[in-house]
């Protein structure tokens, strides 16, 4: 599966990368909504990770523009801010699942 990790948190970015790859998956990692966009036209994902709460475009603003291209892309949203606006928020845009963050190996 062609995985895209979407966090401006480089140590999150290279741990997901490492857990999935280890899994078989093929994993493309961004560091902002607008490289993720870029990334989305080039390789062709399954699955895109996502996190909440990033510089200049923020991750719901990100899910709200992959709906509008791929409506059956699953999303799963990451956040070290689980609250009930933030899981609601990503649900409204259209996140399949949500994570919090720290998260371990086996949750991924």
Known sequence: MNILVVDDDPVVRSSCRRVLEAEGHTVIVSSSAQEALSALERHPCQLLLV???????DGLYLIGSVRARQPDLPILVMSGYPTPETIAGGQRMGATHFIAKPFTPEEL
């Open 51 to 57: 996190d909440v709460i990033m510089p200049e475009y």
